[in-house]
């Protein structure tokens, strides 16, 4: 049974008064969401109890610490159904890990008369890696249109796919729109295009049950601070094939087999792209993390994120003046982005605050999108599985507060 005033319970933050006498509503998970105690706990007790280097010496500490690092890894892969645990690369977040494949499996295959897709609803972290790629290797970018309602054009993405792009990556769930693309669909039609894809998870995983084997998916970028995880580490997944034949990204200890002053040779995955001491204590984290969305089910959390979200669409549009971005909470996630009249998205964020609720204003690393719907700047409110129907008429009371202030 999902009861949120339990959930609620696992989460020491929301008992915060932000302001005296404002206790918080967060509103801005989409950015970072809250950790559970059992996850602070769990990097608590490594520090305490079992601090060490992994896989380096072989005291018992260091063995402890190894263990918990890769038990982690372990839990990952089957909370994503990675045929192979070896395949979920430890990175610092979703950005480290598309910068991953663009300078590995990019820079190894891509050439100049070369095309890749990417769609106008990307965030910039899985858009400037490709650009900074094209401006030395010189291949083409073309991104997907959307339809005015904030959906993935399928018929544009057809007509990209006969130009025989060599990769296709674009998000799973948009962090403005909330819309959430039809992967499996996108991936298939990619295939037989010839393309390899990348996933950019970093707003689905967190929120409904992503199956990669399922998905068929080439990669997959996620971070754990935006699934109750720390923050300071991410996932690359990847098929098998295609890990095995990239180069390594950054190059140091742990990354190799064996090093001479003439050379080196690159150590077996996952540790190939895992230069250097890693962030072991978030590994562990992390892993508390998904026993925690486990526990919960992830069903339970998509279903929950649901009801929320189409009860403050209901109410959010009663509001005069409000302009939301994909307002069909049909194929959209927990994620509400708008305009408000004149009133700018900073004003409106700050005004919020004063009364403990904390949502996001700008263009929430999507300038291109912004751009394309022809507004600078929209204010976001984003829920997770903490949220309650309470936190968003509070968040709606709060929208009228702001009319009647710039009145
Ligand atoms: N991709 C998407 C779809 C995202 O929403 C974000 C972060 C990233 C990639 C990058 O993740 P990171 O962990 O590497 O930073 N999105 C947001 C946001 O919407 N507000 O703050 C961060």
């Known amino acids: 049974m999902f ?10 933050i929301l008992n915060r008064e932000v302001h005296p006498g404002q206790k918080l509503i967060y509103l801005d998970s989409a950015a970072s969401s809250q950790k559970p105690l059992s996850v602070i706990e769990s990097m608590n007790d490594y520090y305490r109890n079992s601090n060490a280097n992994i896989h380096r010496g072989v ?3 260091a063995e402890e ?7 982690a890894r372990t839990k990952i892969a089957k909370f994503i159904n990675s045929e192979k645990s070896k395949q ?4 610092r977040n979703t950005t480290e890990s598309i910068n991953l494949v663009a300078n590995t499996w990019g820079r190894q295959n891509l050439k100049a008369d070369d095309l890749i897709l990417l769609t106008q609803m990307e965030h910039h972290s899985n858009i400037v890696p490709w650009q900074m790629l094209s401006s030395q290797l010189g291949f083409s970018i073309e991104y997907i249109k959307i339809t005015p309602e904030g959906l993935l054009d399928i018929e544009d993405y057809k007509q990209l796919l006969v130009r025989e792009p060599k990769l296709v990556s674009f998000t799973y769930m948009s962090n403005v729109l909330g819309s959430i693309n039809p992967a499996k669909e996108l991936i298939q039609l990619a295939h037989a295009a010839g393309a390899i894809t990348l996933v950019d998870g970093a707003q689905a995983v967190p929120h409904f049950p992503v199956d990669v084997q399922d998905l068929d998916a080439d990669f997959l970028a996620f971070s754990a601070h935006k699934m109750v995880g720390p923050t300071g580490i991410g996932v690359l997944y990847g098929k098998f094939d295609l890990l095995k034949k990239m180069p390594p990204f950054l190059g140091g200890g742990d990354m190799i087999k064996e090093v001479k002053f003439s050379g080196f040779s690159a150590n077996d995955l996952p540790y190939k792209f895992e230069a250097g001491t890693p962030a072991i204590a978030e590994a562990v984290g992390f892993g508390a993390a998904i026993d925690y969305l486990e526990s919960v089910g992830m069903e339970n959390i998509d279903r929950h994120e649901n009801v929320i979200l ?11 003046d409000v302009k939301v971005l994909n307002s069909n909470p049909k194929l959209k996630g927990g994620v509400i982005a708008f305009t408000f009249g004149k009133i700018h998205p900073h004003d409106v964020a ?3 605050d004063r009364s403990g ?7 929430h690393c999507a300038q291109p999108l912004h751009e394309l719907f022809a507004i600078p700047a929209t204010t976001r409110a984003s829920f997770y599985l903490y949220n309650t129907t309470q936190e968003v008429d509070a968040f709606v009371d709060g929208l009228y507060k702001v009319k009647e202030y710039f009145k």
């Open 3 to 12: 009861d949120v005033a339990l959930i609620r319970e696992d989460f020491p």
């Open 59 to 61: 005291h018992k500490l």
């Open 310 to 320: 189409r009860y403050a669409l209901g109410k959010i549009m009663d509001v005069p």
């Open 88 to 91: 979920v690369i430890y990175t």
């Open 65 to 71: 610490a190894t263990e918990k690092y890769e038990a």
């Open 357 to 363: 609720i904390a949502v996001r204003a700008g263009h």
């Open 350 to 352: 700050q005004i919020l």
